[in-house]
């Protein structure tokens, strides 16, 4: 049974920084791990996700420079990284496993993922 469990969210004022985690479990065979948000009344939005076999990663062009995503595969975890946090940051962070590689022009989309983790709240404050 794969869980995917996310942590780290919270509040903070806009230049902060937080670290998001997300323990895996059960997965095997994964191909790419990403993280999404999704804002009120906005699309779900895909942030970063990184190729586990190469290790490439994709931006978005939001994030691109701030956020860093990794993956520690000795604690089957992923990471993300946000700096320099504003307020357009807001949304619900979500992780997520893909179990099938459809090439970097769709890295960053959510139907390129199976399984989601249950979400953790980022708010930045000005």
């Known amino acids: 049974q794969v869980q995917l469990v996310e942590s780290g969210g919270g509040s903070v004022q806009a230049g902060g920084s937080l670290r998001l985690s997300c323990a895996a479990s059960?997965?095997?065979?994964?191909?790419?791990l990403g993280w999404f948000r999704q804002a009120p009344g906005k699309e779900r939005e895909g942030v970063a996700t990184i190729h586990i076999r190469s290790g490439d990663t994709y931006y978005s062009d939001s994030v691109k420079g701030r956020f860093t995503i990794s993956h520690d595969n000795t604690k089957n975890t992923l990471y993300l990284q946000m700096n320099s946090l504003q307020p357009e940051d807001t949304a619900m962070y979500y992780c997520?496993?893909?179990?099938?590689?459809?090439?970097?022009?769709?890295?960053?989309?959510?139907?390129?993922?199976?399984?989601w983790g249950q979400g953790t709240q980022v708010t930045v404050s000005s």
């Open positions: 997520a496993a893909g179990f099938t590689w459809y090439g970097p022009a769709v890295a960053l989309s959510s139907t390129s993922f199976a399984y």
């Open positions: 059960g997965v095997t065979r994964i191909y790419s």
